[in-house]
C-alpha cells in the first residue's frame, strides 16, 4: 500500500529549474514554480501556465525510450542519420479573445483545501495581433492598469485576483485596439467584464470537480468590423429631441454654436442642483448629453470630450451604454487625461 506521505513526495518530486515534458502534446519546457501541493507553473517556449503535477514528466524516460538514430554506413565507415523529431502543433479555434481564471489553492486552519486567488491570463484566440489598456476597479476605487499589445493565438498573464475581493464588485475595462490600423474595422473597441460572485464560485468549484486547471471567460468572438449604416445619419432624431430642421441652404446659419466638450457636472448644468434628487440630476445630465452629441453630429464634427467625472462611475456607465448603440460613433475610449484625468470620455466619430 502507497501511504500519503508517498504519494505527497512523488507529487512535489519536480524542482524550480526542471526540465519537464508536456504528456499531452510532446512540448517541453521548465518548472517556474509550485502554486499547490498539486499544481505548479511551468514555462514552454516564453509562455507560462499552470498544469497539475500528473500532466508533466521527466524528458529522461522519454528519451531512454525513444528510436535510437539510424546508423548508415558510407564508404566503410558509420554515419549517423538523424532522428526526425515529430512536430507538435497545438490547434486553436478562432473563437474570440477570452479571460481565463486559474484558482490557485491554499489550506485554511482544518487542512482543507480553500481557493487563495486567481492567476488572470487573456487568451487571444483570432488571427489579429491585438494591443489593449486594462484597468481594474474594485467599487468606485481604481486599483491598478496596464498596457500591453498581445499577439495572434497567443496568451498572456495579466494580474493575480485575491478571492476575497471577489466580494468588493470587480470591474476589468478593457480597450482593445488593433497592432495594425485596419480602415475597415473599428479603431477602439471597448469591452467591460464584471466578475459576479456568485458565479466565478460556481465555475471554479466546476474546474475543481472535474481536476480542470482554469475555466475561460468569453470577452469578444471577432473584432468589430465598422457598420456601413453608420455614415447615414437619421434627421428624424433631431426633430424627435425638439431641435427645429430647416433647409440645407440654411441649416448653418440655425445651428447652436460648436461645442466639442461639455461638462455634465450638476453645477455646471443648473443652479438648482442641490434641491435635486440623485435620479433627477442623472436624467437631466443624459438629456444634456443627448442633445450635446446630437449638435456635434449635425456640425459633423470628428471628435467631442465628455467631462462625466470619477465619482460612483454611475454616468459614465450610462454614457458609454448609450454610445453603444449609436450607429454614427466610430470608437471612444476613457483614458488618462492631462486635464481630466479619468473623468472624460473622448468620442471619435463618423464623419
Known amino acids: 500500500m502507497i501511504s500519503r506521505e508517498n504519494i505527497t513526495f512523488v507529487s512535489m518530486k519536480f524542482q524550480e529549474g526542471d526540465q519537464i515534458l508536456v504528456l499531452a502534446t510532446g512540448e517541453r519546457g521548465l518548472v517556474v514554480e509550485w502554486i499547490d501541493k498539486k499544481m505548479l507553473l511551468i514555462d514552454v517556449d516564453g509562455t507560462a501556465f499552470p498544469v497539475y503535477a500528473d500532466q508533466i514528466d521527466f524528458p529522461y524516460f522519454h528519451d531512454f525510450t525513444a528510436p535510437k538514430p539510424l546508423k548508415k554506413k558510407?564508404?566503410?565507415?558509420?554515419?549517423?542519420?538523424?532522428?526526425?523529431?515529430?512536430?507538435?502543433?497545438?490547434?486553436?479555434?478562432?473563437?474570440?479573445?477570452?479571460?481565463?481564471?486559474?484558482?490557485?489553492?491554499?489550506?485554511?486552519?482544518?487542512?482543507?483545501?480553500?481557493?487563495?486567488?486567481f492567476r488572470i491570463y487573456v487568451l487571444n484566440h483570432t488571427d489579429d495581433d491585438l494591443v489593449f489598456e486594462l484597468s481594474i476597479f474594485y467599487g468606485a476605487k481604481k486599483e491598478?492598469?496596464?498596457?500591453?499589445?498581445?499577439?495572434a493565438l497567443d496568451e498572456m498573464y495579466l494580474f493575480d485576483m485575491p478571492f476575497e475581493h471577489l466580494n468588493d464588485q470587480p470591474k476589468l475595462d478593457f480597450d482593445f485596439s488593433l497592432a495594425v490600423a485596419d480602415k475597415k474595422r473599428l479603431a477602439h473597441f471597448e469591452v467591460q467584464f464584471k466578475p459576479k460572485a456568485k458565479q466565478i464560485f460556481k465555475l471554479s468549484d466546476e474546474v475543481l470537480k472535474a481536476q480542470k486547471a482554469s475555466f475561460n471567460i468569453n470577452l469578444f468572438e471577432t473584432y468589430p468590423i465598422k457598420d456601413p449604416d453608420q455614415d447615414r445619419f437619421d434627421m428624424s432624431k433631431l426633430s424627435a429631441a425638439g431641435f427645429k430642421l430647416y433647409p440645407a441652404?440654411?441649416?448653418?446659419?440655425?445651428?447652436?454654436?460648436?461645442?466639442?466638450?461639455?461638462?455634465?457636472?450638476?453645477?455646471?448644468?443648473?443652479?438648482?442642483?442641490?434641491?435635486?434628487?440623485?435620479?433627477?440630476?442623472?436624467?437631466?445630465?443624459?438629456?444634456?448629453?443627448?442633445?450635446?452629441?446630437?449638435?456635434?453630429?449635425?456640425?459633423?464634427?470628428?471628435?467631442?470630450?465628455?467631462?462625466?467625472?470619477?465619482?460612483?462611475?454611475?454616468?459614465?456607465?450610462?454614457?458609454?451604454?448609450?454610445l453603444r448603440h449609436k450607429k454614427e460613433v466610430k470608437s471612444f475610449v476613457n483614458r488618462l487625461h492631462h486635464l481630466y484625468g479619468y473623468g472624460a470620455t473622448e468620442i471619435y466619430i463618423l464623419t
Open 144 to 151: 491598478f492598469a496596464l498596457k500591453n499589445s498581445i499577439r
Open 74 to 117: 558510407i564508404a566503410g565507415s558509420m554515419v549517423e542519420q538523424p532522428r526526425k523529431e515529430k512536430n507538435v502543433q497545438r490547434f486553436i479555434d478562432r473563437d474570440g479573445v477570452w479571460l481565463s481564471f486559474f484558482p490557485v489553492l491554499d489550506k485554511d486552519v482544518f487542512d482543507d483545501d480553500i481557493i487563495s486567488h
Open 249 to 322: 441652404e440654411k441649416i448653418k446659419a440655425n445651428l447652436p454654436p460648436v461645442r466639442t466638450l461639455i461638462d455634465l457636472h450638476a453645477d455646471k448644468l443648473t443652479e438648482l442642483h442641490q434641491t435635486l434628487q440623485p435620479s433627477a440630476i442623472l436624467d437631466m445630465q443624459l438629456k444634456a448629453f443627448e442633445k450635446f452629441y446630437e449638435e456635434a453630429i449635425a456640425h459633423r464634427l470628428a471628435s467631442i470630450t465628455v467631462i462625466h467625472g470619477i465619482g460612483t462611475g454611475k454616468l459614465k456607465d450610462e454614457i458609454h451604454e448609450l
